[in-house]
């Protein structure tokens, strides 16, 4: 283990076959779009349409390079060039007519040109075939779906298609320029609040994990997690939770996170005794908790700053104790099981040292630190994104410079031009590498934010948002938990089709009034319990996605996977809940309060663990196992008294089965000695 490899670097489109002019133009766009975002993160912040426009033009244009129109199997042949030199003058026109006409657009504000629709038409379809390539068929479907419901209606293009719509859908409809200015020529639609964070906030940042993948931070994060927890009992297993939480952090991905770090952990899991699809499954619950694990938070953190005008670092500090709930929980069910199938941990001397590890690594630490301190120093968290970036390739140089220059003299490499040239050049290549990979890294989330755009506009634009908000009034009763298990339902839908980022927006925009107006819930828990939930399809079975992509490395049943994760990722379900109930513990309140309720929640998803594991310090009997349940109940209930019956049941329940274990340890001596 200790002299493991770093994890591979996962370049997005990287399987497609590509003639070696179109990777060298990929090359080139990648850069320069990495170099276009860092000056105007770090050097001169551009304007909001001009910041936008030359985004989206670049993350198109890529995607038509990385993603040919049949498949990355196929080569293009003479129509798949044509069709793709088509979206990519689409892409140029889309950014460029913005670019270089907004202030005579700025100036008709409503009363469109002929030419300003055309371009409007242009630039829609090509977002939604950038977007079909590079997120998937079910992100753009369901934005022409919300296109044509905007045309659905008395006034609109398709009035046939408003008398099928039920009442509380129904509206006046909108005609081809209505819909196509707000699409395109206003703040609402594609150029909206999505891609406005995507184009600032999250792509910096994304780049700032491209530089710690590629130069070799994954290794250092797995290395530092099995030095720490490799001894103990399922130890491989507790490292996969640690490594995850630890690159979560920084990749924002869950299926990325479970191929880098899982590559690793899975195969070392097996041996140690996991069956496959379990390996699978702890990886995929870990990975996905690096969603919700500051300070990226899978670009949710920015997302959420945004929508609730609250501080990026409030929305941060709130989120460690709920990511810390999770990970507890997932790191306790890998604890129960490996004692349950009575495993050891690993041998001292197949696993690397903390002391190697931290004099091999500490400068991954260094712009982490950075990025914690300016954050703390209010500045803005696109300048904060800059100097993380800055500092990472400054500490990888000067590092790799002392390295060259006073130690490998003494392991016999001398220092002369030719190996100063190849050295400056092998560094060179590892620069462009990390912006290349950061601008690849980031063309599926800003094509999900464009699109997340298109339905945001529509929902704006026909007042959907309200009538959802109506209908979750009508089904739910003005029950609170029958509307969350409705947000869960949803997002369990939008979830086969949208990625996480998409997935929150247009939830947030269709139920994040219902819950904050209707049912009372502060607006920035209501963003969280929707961030949260929208998560649920990378381990909720049928569409349990980090779980396949476990399946694949662990070469387990995909659906058996899913649902291992589905298992181990309970507190995704439990923690808003939680949340929700108890505000306390994100909004703040009293100091023992907040103390209170931490700890009750933490005790009551260990308990829900041994409880459905059946295992904590023995075996548990039917009955404990089922007092767990209602007493877990009244700990959400926010009232003090039920919150203290359902500790005292849960601890007396537990209690029990200490003493049983106990019991059953002194038996044993008697019973071998007899």
């Not at 304007?47 to 989206?56: E, K, S, T």
């Not at 398709?158 to 395109?184: F, K, M």
């Not at 300070?295 to 709130?318: Q, R």
């Not at 997002?491 to 107006?517: D, E, F, H, K, Q």
Request: proline share 5%; aromatic share 12%.
């Amino acid at each position: 283990m200790s002299d493991s490899t770093s994890p591979p670097v996962q370049m997005p489109g990287g399987n497609a076959i590509q003639p070696r002019a179109v990777l060298w133009l990929i090359t080139i766009v990648a850069v320069g779009l990495s170099l276009f975002q860092l000056y105007s993160a770090g050097i001169q912040p551009l304007g909001l349409f001009y910041q936008r426009g030359i985004h989206l033009a670049l993350i198109m244009m890529l995607a038509f390079l990385i993603f040919p129109v049949f498949g990355p199997g196929r080569k293009r042949g003479i129509i798949g060039w044509l069709i793709d030199a088509v979206f990519f003058a689409g892409a140029l026109v889309t950014g460029g007519y913005i670019l270089f006409f907004l202030d005579e657009i700025i100036s008709r504000a409503g009363f469109w040109s002929e030419t300003d629709i055309l371009i409007a038409c242009i630039a829609t379809v090509t977002v939604l075939e950038a977007s079909r390539r590079a997120v998937g068929f079910g992100m753009t479907l369901i934005g022409v779906l919300a296109i044509v419901y905007a045309f659905a209606g008395p006034r609109g293009e398709l009035p046939w298609l408003g008398q099928w719509l039920p009442g509380i859908l129904e509206h006046r409809g909108y005609n081809l320029d209505r819909v196509a200015g707000q699409l395109y020529l206003g703040q609402e639609g594609i150029f909206g609040l999505p891609l406005g964070v995507a184009a600032t906030y999250i792509f910096i940042f994304v780049l700032f994990g491209a530089f710690l993948e590629s130069t070799g931070a994954g290794k250092f994060f797995i290395d530092m997690a099995y030095a720490a927890t490799g001894r103990q009992r399922g130890g491989p297993a507790k490292a996969a939770v640690l490594a995850s939480a630890g690159m979560g952090s920084i990749s924002g991905s869950a299926i990325a996170n479970v191929v880098t770090t899982g590559a690793f952990t899975i195969p070392l899991m097996k041996r140690l005794g996991y069956k496959p699809h379990q390996a699978g499954g702890i990886e995929a619950a870990a990975s996905t908790g690096g969603q919700i694990m500051p300070p990226l938070m899978g670009a949710g953190a920015f997302l959420i700053a945004e929508y609730t005008n609250t501080p990026y670092l409030e929305v941060v500090k709130v989120s460690i104790l709920p990511a810390i709930m999770y990970f507890a929980t997932v790191y306790l069910f890998v604890h129960i099981i490996a004692l349950k199938q009575g495993m050891q941990g690993m041998a001292r001397s197949e696993l690397p040292k903390m002391r190697d590890v931290m004099r091999d690594g500490w400068h991954f630490l260094l712009p982490l630190g950075v990025l914690v301190w300016l954050l703390v120093m209010n500045l803005s968290p696109m300048r904060v994104g800059f100097y993380a970036v800055v500092t990472m390739v400054a500490v990888a140089v000067l590092r790799y410079t002392i390295w060259f220059l006073f130690v490998a003299p003494r392991q016999g490499q001398a220092v002369t031009f030719e190996s100063i040239k190849r050295v400056v050049i092998a560094g060179f290549i590892k620069l462009v590498e990390g912006l290349e990979l950061g601008a690849r890294n980031a063309v599926a989330v800003s094509m999900a934010c464009a699109v997340a755009g298109i339905i945001v506009g529509v929902v704006g634009l026909t007042g959907l948002g309200l009538k959802f908000s109506s209908m979750m009034m009508a089904f739910s009763g003005g029950n609170l938990v029958l509307a969350l298990v409705m947000v869960l339902l949803a997002s369990l839908i939008l979830g086969m089709g949208l990625p996480v980022t998409a997935s929150y927006i247009v939830l947030i925009v269709l139920v994040g009034p219902a819950l904050t107006a209707e049912f009372g819930v502060p607006l920035l828990i209501a963003h969280l319990v929707v961030f949260w939930y929208s998560q649920d399809s990378n381990v909720t079975p049928p569409i349990a996605l980090a779980g396949f992509a476990g399946a694949a490395i662990a070469g387990s049943k995909p659906m058996e996977t899913g649902f291992q994760a589905w298992k181990f990722a309970k507190g995704l379900y439990l923690i808003p809940m939680f949340m929700v109930f108890n505000p306390e513990i994100i909004v703040g309140g009293p100091v023992p309060v907040v103390i209170w309720n931490g700890v009750i929640a933490i005790f009551a998803l260990c308990a829900f663990a041994a409880a459905l594991e059946g295992y904590l310090f023995t075996r548990m009997s039917w009955l404990p196992r089922l007092l767990i349940v209602p007493s877990i109940i009244a700990v959400f209930y926010p009232n003090l008294l039920a919150e203290i019956v359902g500790v005292v049941v849960m601890a007396l329940a537990i209690g029990g089965n200490w003493l049983a274990s106990r019991r059953e340890a002194a038996a044993t001596p008697s019973t071998s000695s007899g």
